[in-house]
């Protein structure tokens, strides 16, 4: 690969990922199309493809703009007439050009390697016959696109009217092309011509090296054959696709990569299954031992909602219950509690008592503030704070236990639980293990709601204080989903 040498594209790669970069490099030209781009793109798409250390292909460009279009003044010599030959050759002549350029953009459609386009500035007329042949497109929101053919009197020849349609519908591409308007990214994004839109060409690189690297890392055959089933069904019946891959697959199912994943899910699974589950003592001793680093690296991770983050700090013993949210907490979208409600929750009993009965934090969206009985109760000397999803993850992460994982223990636990209890044969050691699972579940549903709380229990309280668990349709506040009243009522009564 390094050997080659192209005056108007460049290649970088296969990094240590098999990640290719073909790169539009006519820069002072806003990377117009020309004869040379014409010519050396399908030959370094191929080189690519035949590469079997490349997985996956970006397409970018340097400058200010990913393509402006054909350059015109290539354009004005295919279509200017040659009165040294007769009217036939001369048409011969520009249904050979064009054909050439219609295999330069076919190129990125026939590799058998996925093709991502990374757009940004503008992508005009030849551009959009460019990116619409690519497997995947992202953009910036500043990016301009524009089918601009009917602004030059032609008609797009090139693959856009042809793959467009396929990619945002047929109403939509007809508008496009007939009035030749331009739209930007988060339009095109809209309409289903890009999978996404970054702020800025930085973040736009950085998303799209994290989907290649993705894409890189599974099976390369099955890769493969994902595109080109996908490809080829797009113009058969669902009943002629259905044929067309279970003749693929019956080729490619003796492949060594199906054989080792189908061993690497065999040997996850017995992981799971026999990797001890951590006691409620076992996982405060080695969530006691997160450091502050792992804290501080964590605690703008879980607590993201739309473009802001939540963000509080509790105690080690804290335990998330959607059982215990009091009716206090209004059903808010987003922002401050009112005066009245914040008031009415500090001066409550648990308010008060801190930190020996529930206390209930209402948390700002934006994590711009603190409520006055978390401060409150720094200043009463509580100072082993970390960060709720901190120590979490590492106590689970000390286990190697997986949300699954813990998932199962829980549902197990409860079903152990459920069945003493209607025998009356439930010990506090049983009850305490539930309820630390019960906590581990319901932190799983902690993130993403508007809504959040935290309850501190201390070691004298009881379930006993639950009260008022949900609102008058029977919804949990907080977490989402349903009560299970049969299950609140058993809590209760213990």
């Given at each position: 690969m390094a050997a080659l040498q192209w005056e108007s594209v460049k290649i970088e790669g296969p990094d240590s990922a098999g990640i290719a970069t073909l790169t539009l490099n006519r820069p002072v030209r806003f990377n117009a199309l020309n004869p040379s781009l014409f010519q050396e793109i399908p030959g370094a798409?191929?080189?690519?493809?035949?590469?079997?250390?490349?997985?996956?292909?970006?397409?970018?460009?340097?400058?200010?703009h990913f393509c402006s279009g054909i350059d015109l003044t290539h354009f004005s010599a295919v279509v200017g007439k040659d009165e040294s030959s007769c009217l036939g050759r001369q048409k011969e002549k520009f249904r050979r050009d064009v054909k050439e350029m219609q295999d330069a953009f076919n190129a990125f459609e026939e590799c058998r390697k996925p093709v991502i386009a990374a757009i940004h500035g503008a992508c005009i007329g030849g551009g959009i016959d460019m990116i619409t042949a690519c497997d995947l497109r992202y953009c910036t929101e500043d990016a301009i696109f524009c089918v601009k053919e009917v602004d030059v009197a032609i008609t797009a020849d090139l693959g856009t009217l042809q793959r467009l349609p396929k990619l945002v519908g047929h109403g939509n591409a007809m508008e496009l092309a007939l009035t030749a308007r331009r739209f930007n990214g988060p339009e095109a994004r809209s309409l289903g011509l890009v999978q996404g839109v970054l702020l800025s060409k930085e973040e736009l690189d950085v998303h799209v090296q994290n989907i290649a690297k993705q894409i890189a890392a599974k099976s390369p055959l099955a890769v493969s054959g994902t595109k080109t089933v996908l490809i080829k069904s797009r113009d058969m019946t669902v009943a002629q696709g259905l044929e067309y891959v279970g003749l693929w697959n019956s080729a490619m199912l003796d492949s060594e990569d199906l054989q080792e994943a189908l061993q690497a899910q065999v040997m996850q699974d017995v992981v799971e299954e026999q990797t001890p589950v951590p006691t409620r003592e076992e996982f405060a001793e080695v969530a006691a031992g997160?450091?502050?680093?792992?804290?501080?690296?964590?605690?703008?991770?879980i607590f993201e909602v739309g473009e802001g983050d939540i963000q509080i700090d509790v105690p080690i013993d804290v335990q998330v219950c959607a059982e215990e949210t009091p009716k206090v907490l209004p059903k808010r979208k987003v922002g401050r509690p009112k005066k009245p409600v914040k008031e009415k929750i500090e001066e409550s009993e648990a308010g008060r008592n801190w930190p020996d009965s529930e206390v209930y934090a209402l948390i700002d969206i934006r994590g711009e503030m603190e409520p006055d009985f978390v401060k409150n109760a720094k200043k009463q000397g509580v100072d082993s704070w970390s960060n709720l999803h901190a120590r979490m993850m590492a106590a689970v992460e000390g286990f190697n236990r997986t949300p699954i994982a813990c998932k199962r223990k829980f549902n197990s636990l409860y079903k152990q639980y459920k069945d003493d209890k209607m025998t009356n044969n439930v010990s506090d050691s049983d009850r305490n293990e539930y309820k630390f699972y019960e906590c581990l579940d319901q932190w799983w549903h902690f993130n993403g709601h508007v809504m959040r709380h935290v309850s501190s229990v201390s070691k004298n309280c009881t379930t006993s204080t639950m009260d008022n668990p949900t609102d008058e349709n029977g919804i949990q506040y907080g977490i989402g989903h349903e009560v299970n009243k049969s299950r609140k009522k058993e809590l209760q009564s213990t």
């Open positions: 798409v191929r080189a690519l493809d035949m590469d079997p250390a490349v997985r996956v292909i970006i397409v970018n460009a340097a400058g200010r997160a450091s502050s680093e792992v804290t501080k690296n964590l605690k703008r991770h």
